[in-house]
């Protein structure tokens, strides 16, 4: 019964290959995010979602590419991977965005550990 | 953007002490949240406080948004609070991200 869900947790690969990250949740929120946390444990949004529709997209390299197909889902493909790349990549999901109350609190996956070599 | 400070950035706790950490920001907010990431990496919401005081077991948080300050105290800490304690804001006006700070490391020895 996991709240947010990330697949896979680790991932190892070469540079330049093509990756997927899934993530789902089961909680029946509207809003879902993709955080990366670089090796100083520092926390940036990369996109958010809002019911499948794209709201907050930050200045993430065009190889990143978020996919919704539904609310419960959302996914990052990332092109020709980096070095740079190498970080651990939350999911998480709110009941809202952007209104009062706690509807926005946040409740994140497990993460998904990414090693480019 | 919306700047987000939290002190100290490294504690170092007795079990049993008590501990405050603080999350400065630069611009008014309507959502404030703090977060605990455990040594296995699990990120956890603790507290929803755009404002005023909310307490939970050992641990409370009090928001003055007036001052644009928020405080995280934990009593009697025990060696499971261990990890990064991390607020995250999202500024009032507008459509704005959330922004999350640069994480307080505690570590509470036996």
């Known amino acids: 019964d996991t709240a947010v869900s990330q697949t896979p947790k680790y991932l190892v690969t070469q540079m330049g290959n093509d990756k997927s990250i899934k993530c789902e949740q089961n909680l029946g929120h509207d809003t879902m995010y993709w955080y990366k946390q670089d090796s100083k444990k520092f926390l940036k949004i990369m996109f958010s979602y809002n019911n499948k529709e794209l709201i907050i997209n930050e200045t993430v390299p065009n190889r990143f590419s978020p996919k919704s197909p539904d609310k419960a889902h959302l996914n990052l493909h990332i092109n020709s991977l980096e070095l740079g790349d190498s970080a651990v990549y939350f999911c998480?999901?709110?009941?809202?965005?952007?209104?009062?109350?706690?509807?926005?609190?946040?409740?994140f996956g497990p993460g998904t550990r990414l090693l480019v070599l | 953007g919306i700047q987000v400070e939290q002190s100290p950035p490294d504690l170092i706790l007795q079990e049993g002490a008590n501990s405050t950490l603080r999350c400065n920001f630069s611009?008014?907010?309507?959502?404030l949240q703090w977060f605990h990431q455990n040594p296995w990496g699990q990120l956890i919401n603790l507290f929803y406080i755009p404002s005023g005081t909310k307490q939970n077991g050992r641990l409370s948080a009090t928001t003055v948004a007036t001052e644009r300050y928020s405080l995280l105290y934990i009593s009697s800490s025990q060696t499971t609070d261990s990890g990064v304690y991390f607020c995250a804001v999202r500024g009032s006006g507008g459509y704005q991200k959330v922004t999350f700070g640069t994480g307080t490391k505690l570590q509470v020895i036996p």
């Open positions: 998480a999901s709110s009941q809202r965005l952007m209104t009062s109350g706690d509807q926005e609190t946040q409740y």
């Open positions: 611009d008014s907010v309507n959502n």
